[in-house]
């Protein structure tokens, strides 16, 4: 698109304006919903989990069957701004539920806020691709994209994975067009960061983790900490016609 027929910059500015403070409204809105219970996600009570124990002890932490399976940014974020609250109000006790619910806002609303800076981030980028006006679009996109909603009212690590995600396409697209190497460097420090705030994780061999894999008793494989020969056999005790053999099954 022509810069003669494209929306102008304060226009633009306006309408990303908007379009942030629309998203960032519905992402905020309701916040605190399901508070202390955090079973509404299937990811949500375990980061929840694995971020205190990293507070309490990294080692705690590492050792537990699966922690390398989250990115562990975002913990060390709500570690840092749980640090800040009890300096400015009062130590959080999770077995009180008020305080419970405290915790659980602060996490979220790391979420909650990651996915509206999402919005104008989305916006700079489809400008340097395709102008003004559908970065426009690409904002309202995204400010009203269902699971993005979703997802940024929960403490998971998607919101985080994507919006350093897109940071990091903004800086590549930086790259097409400045060629510059701060333009280099923020799209590999995007992309690393990406990598730290969301996703799955390989594990450490020298802990428990999900890449954990080492022989146990009688031979048995053992990964992350999971013995799944002894969980097969158990399961086959409890319901034998479940996992025993049949016509076609192994």
């Known amino acids: 698109m022509s810069a003669a027929t494209d929306v102008g910059r304060r226009s633009a500015l306006v309408w990303v304006l908007l379009a942030t ?25 375990i980061v929840f989990t694995y971020a205190d124990a990293l507070a309490r002890d990294s080692r705690e ?9 989250y990115a ?29 619910v405290t915790y659980m806002l602060l996490g979220r609303a790391i979420s909650a806020s990651l996915g509206a800076a999402t ?3 989305t916006y700079a980028t489809t400008r340097l691709a ?15 994209a269902v699971i993005h909603l979703r997802e940024s009212h929960f ?32 799209s590999a420090v ?26 146990g008793p009688g031979g048995r494989m053992i990964i992350g900490g999971y013995d799944f020969d002894r969980a097969k056999q158990e399961l086959t005790e409890k319901c034998p016609e479940c996992h025993g053999s049949s016509p076609g099954r192994p």
């Open 21 to 45: 403070a629309l998203g960032a409204a519905f992402r905020f809105y309701g916040l605190g919903w399901g508070a202390p219970y955090f079973h509404f996600h299937i990811d949500e009570h």
């Open 155 to 186: 403490f998971s690590l998607d919101v985080s994975m994507t919006f350093f995600t897109v940071l990091g396409f903004y800086f590549a697209m930086r790259i097409v067009t400045r060629g510059d190497a701060g333009s280099e460097t923020g």
């Open 130 to 144: 395709a102008g003004r006006r559908a970065g426009i679009f690409a904002a309202f996109l995204i400010a009203g």
């Open 72 to 100: 562990p940014f975002p913990m060390y974020v709500l570690n840092a701004i749980v640090a800040v609250y009890t300096a400015l109000s009062h130590p959080l006790d999770l077995a009180v539920p008020r305080d419970e």
């Open 61 to 69: 932490a590492a050792n537990s069957a699966k922690f390398f399976m």
């Open 190 to 215: 995007a992309f690393v960061a990406a990598a730290a705030g969301g996703g799955r994780q390989p594990g450490n061999g020298g802990s428990r983790g999900q890449g954990d894999v080492r022989p």
């Open 119 to 121: 919005i104008p981030l």
